[in-house]
């Protein structure tokens, strides 16, 4: 670090868990981010001004008007811009010392686990909106062994995971959410979303990545749900399921 990082980053060192060394550790991170929207907006800024060292931003949509009562990361002149590449020039300009990947098409399974295994990925933030994506970063993730941070939100409620598969007794996204196959995921398209609430599990998934990275005790196998409009959370424990087709170890990952 620089005499300039040291200053930038003055606010962290300071802290006895961060430390310089905790700083150092957080700049020689990569961290992904699936999705550029509601969550992926607020984790990805604060991941880049907490100095994350690299960034990959993955988004193939494009900024629409009612994205922006929520997705802070975009402006009203990134309309119809991809996103990934929208929140890439925001976030540059609160950091411009950090490195920042887009990729701004839809990637299959294999090119995302084929992409993970090339570019040495410490923690991956699930920000995405659908199941379909959720099942497949869980997988990648499990295969992978690196640290998944899922979070998602509708209406008022809000929901948060830590799967961190450095640690095989982790239970996985699927062991919480089995795949049965049926598409009864609500959208907030259909339902609605306040945009504070968002905000709000965004930011929690920045701060477990820090956690992650800095192994400052992230909450493990539990399931934390906020309430916006009682402002409360409630935690709910859950296990690595013995049947569960990705992370059992009866399981085929061929
Ligand atoms: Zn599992």
């Known amino acids: 670090m620089n005499d300039q990082d040291l200053e930038r980053y003055g606010r962290h060192i300071l802290l006895p868990e961060v430390d310089y060394d905790g700083q150092q550790k957080l700049l020689d991170s990569h961290v992904l981010v699936v999705g550029l929207g509601g969550l992926g907006s607020p984790a990805s800024i604060y991941l880049a001004s907490s100095g994350i060292g690299e ?40 950091n411009s010392n950090i490195n920042i990947n887009v ?55 809000g929901q948060l995971a830590i799967f961190d598969f450095r640690d095989n007794s982790s239970a996985c996204y699927e062991c919480l959410f089995p795949d049965n196959g049926e598409e009864n995921e609500l959208r907030c398209a259909d339902h609605g979303i306040l945009a504070p609430v968002v905000g709000i599990i965004g930011v929690m998934q920045s701060l477990e990545a820090i956690k992650v990275l800095l192994n400052l005790n992230p909450i493990k196998n539990k399931l934390r749900i906020f309430d916006g409009k009682s402002n409360e959370w409630k935690t709910i424990s859950f296990k690595k399921d013995k049947e569960c087709a990705i992370c059992s170890s009866s399981s085929d990952h061929s």
């Open 103 to 157: 990729v701004d098409k839809k990637l299959s399974e294999n090119a995302f686990d084929l992409y993970v295994k090339k570019n040495s990925v410490d923690a991956i933030l699930d920000c995405s909106d659908n199941f379909q994506t959720r099942y497949s970063v869980n997988k990648v993730a499990f295969k992978n062994k690196i640290p998944l941070i899922s979070g998602s939100a509708i209406r008022f409620e």
């Open 55 to 94: 960034l990959t931003l993955c988004d193939f949509d494009k900024v629409e008007l009612s994205n922006l009562q929520r997705q802070i990361v975009h402006t009203e002149d990134m309309l119809q811009i991809n996103k990934a590449q929208s929140a890439k020039s925001f976030i540059s300009s609160i």
